[in-house]
């Protein structure tokens, strides 16, 4: 049973920063895609970005030269820096790991991210 555990979001101001972190009990390598996905009120969970197993990242176009999605692979350990926050980042983060981009299996039980207007 892989587990994923997010962390680190928390209420910031608009133009701060965040930095969340996704533990995975399964080393990393073992899924091609690690993922950030985000779900606010009333809409759909969105990707945010991605990273590949060989070095590939992408990002969602509202987040693009803000967010950073590395691996640190000793840790087993996801992370997504988040640089000025806007209110419209507002929403529930989640990590997730697959296979494919089309087949992420596993998801993690989100962390709260509130940015202050």
């Known amino acids: 049973q892989v587990q994923l555990v997010e962390s680190g979001g928390g209420l910031v101001q608009a133009g701060g920063s965040l930095t969340l972190s996704c533990a995975c009990s399964?080393?990393?390598?073992?899924?091609?895609?690690m993922a950030w996905y985000r779900q606010a009120p009333a809409k759909l969970r969105d990707m945010v970005a991605t990273s590949t197993s060989d070095d590939i990242t992408d990002y969602a176009d509202s987040v693009k030269g803000r967010f950073t999605i590395s691996r640190d692979n000793a840790k087993n350990t996801v992370n997504l820096h988040m640089n000025n926050l806007k209110p419209e980042d507002t929403a529930i983060y989640y990590c997730?790991?697959?296979?494919?981009?089309?087949?992420?299996?596993?998801w993690g039980r989100g962390t709260q991210v509130t940015v202050s207007s």
């Open positions: 399964r080393i990393l390598s073992s899924f091609y895609v």
């Open positions: 997730a790991a697959g296979e494919s981009y089309y087949t992420l299996a596993h």
